[in-house]
């Protein structure tokens, strides 16, 4: 088992109660890992509790990257909720810790 932040990296956005976060492989041996680790279930469970709402998982093969839109995951949105982090950028941050079953090259 590895931590996702050692085959990947990740981005995020926002737009109102909306969040995206982008998941892209350091190398594209690992996209096929991703694809098949990296769901739109596992991810809702891995915030069990933050994300009320859907994910859905857009696939980028070409950039060997995932993208998961995740509605009413920011607490009510940016404008209207007093949570830390308004614009929900831990959450990529937090994405990172899932555990995926792979080995990195030596």
């Given at each position: 088992?590895?931590?996702?932040?050692?085959?990947?990296?990740?981005?995020?956005?926002?737009?109102?109660?909306?969040?995206?976060?982008?998941?892209?492989?350091?190398?594209?041996?690992?996209?096929?890992?991703?694809?098949?680790?990296?769901?739109?279930?596992?991810?809702?469970?891995?915030?069990?509790?933050?994300?009320?709402?859907?994910?859905?998982?857009?696939?980028?093969?070409n950039?060997?990257?995932?993208?998961?839109?995740?509605?009413?995951?920011?607490?009510?949105?940016?404008?209207?909720?007093?949570?830390l982090?308004?614009?929900?950028?831990?959450?990529?941050?937090?994405?990172?810790?899932?555990?995926?079953?792979?080995?990195?090259?030596?």
């Amino acid at each position: 088992m590895v931590k996702l932040r050692e085959i990947a990296h990740s981005r995020t956005g926002d737009k109102g109660n909306t969040s995206n976060i982008s998941v892209i492989a350091y190398d594209e041996k690992y996209y096929p890992l991703l694809l098949e680790q990296v769901t739109s279930a596992r991810v809702k469970a891995h915030f069990a509790g933050v994300i009320e709402g859907e994910v859905v998982r857009y696939e980028l093969p070409n950039l060997a990257a995932l993208n998961f839109v995740m509605t009413a995951a920011l607490g009510g949105g940016v404008t209207r909720s007093l949570a830390l982090d308004a614009h929900g950028k831990s959450l990529s941050s937090a994405l990172l810790e899932l555990e995926v079953d792979g080995k990195l090259d030596s």
